[in-house]
């Protein structure tokens, strides 16, 4: 992305007098034009950084001038890079050189300490087991997001529906345990919120799109999910066989001790067919003890299932 390739250019001319704009285009795989440009915004950001003609030429930062390194803090690149680190272990890597230049402005005597501080927090966005076509379709949507390129696909909402969409993306978002798109839905005329795993046949569109900007702080993926309207207590009892499901499932402070081995949880969730989906998922080791709707529907499916696989 645009800022990892600034940042990375500013961090090579504070190590190094001159550099060759073909060396950086070759480097960040993007043509001479493009690096040209990028001086351009690095010089807008108040970083004087120059052009020398000749065969001893190159670009590097006005004589005299010296950029204070000062000016993030080693725990503040500790967790820049932290930060990196994170969201490369979902994908190709392609903030390997942003991090590899980060650590190289860490003087020798405090490499050690520096890399102490990078492996305090480690968040891996990546599962368990293979990533087939979902890391398929985050590098194609990673794509479409640099370009500002639409994208189209088949999508299935939670009740089975297919419908065909085209959407003009503009930020990737991996909440919980999965990721999403959220862009302008083109058939809605709106903003919406699409979940990866439930994409089909995702391909990018020819035609662009200029971005808007859009308040992204607001967390616009995160209105009415928690809404009093929209949720209820549910109580949950796990059995003792069942203690571990609910340790690695709910913070400690959410667990109630019955007395015999087991737990017992109130939260609020909004009824919809995920939370069934989600409560099925425990088996046997857990009984919904209110709201008595959720219980005889609970009870409802566990019956059309037990019918499935009836013996004959």
């Known amino acids: 992305m645009k800022i990892d390739r600034l940042l990375s250019i500013v961090i090579l001319l504070m190590n190094r007098p001159l550099v060759q704009a073909k060396e950086l285009a070759d ?4 043509s001479v034009r493009t690096i040209y440009r ?11 950084v120059v052009t020398y003609q000749g065969a001893n030429g190159g670009i590097g930062l006005m004589e005299g001038y010296r950029l204070d390194r000062n000016v993030l803090t080693e725990r503040e690149l500790a967790d820049i890079f932290t930060a990196l680190q994170s969201v490369s272990s979902y994908g190709a890597g392609e903030h390997n050189l942003l991090m590899e230049k980060i650590t190289s402005v860490i003087p020798p005597s405090k490499s050690h300490a520096f890399r102490s501080k990078t492996t305090q927090l480690i968040v891996d966005f990546s599962p368990w087991g293979l990533q087939g076509p979902l890391e398929e379709r985050l590098s194609l949507l990673k794509e479409a997001l640099d370009e500002s390129t639409a994208v189209a696909f088949d999508y299935v909402n939670a009740d089975g529906q297919i419908s065909h969409r085209i959407v003009e993306p503009y930020t990737l978002v991996h909440k919980g345990a999965g990721w999403y798109l959220y862009g302008f839905c083109i058939q ?13 046949s995702l391909v990018k569109e020819a035609r662009s799109f200029e971005r808007l900007d859009i308040p992204l702080q607001d967390l616009p993926w995160t209105e009415g999910w928690k809404e009093p309207l929209n949720t209820q207590t549910v109580v949950l009892h796990f059995s003792a ?32 067919n995920w939370l069934y989906g989600f409560l099925l998922s425990f088996g046997t080791v857990v009984e919904v003890l209110e709201p008595e709707p959720v219980r005889r529907r609970l009870a409802g499916l566990a019956a059309e299932i037990a019918a499935k696989y009836k013996l004959l």
């Open 27 to 30: 480097m960040f795989e993007v």
């Open 188 to 200: 809605r005329q709106d903003f919406r919120l699409f979940k990866l795993l439930r994409m089909k």
């Open 38 to 48: 990028d001086i351009d915004s690095i010089n807008g950001a108040g970083i004087p």
């Open 241 to 272: 066989e069942g203690r571990y499901l609910a340790e690695d499932y709910f913070d400690c402070e959410e667990l109630e001790a019955d007395g015999n081995g087991g737990y017992i949880v109130r939260l609020a969730y909004a009824e919809n």
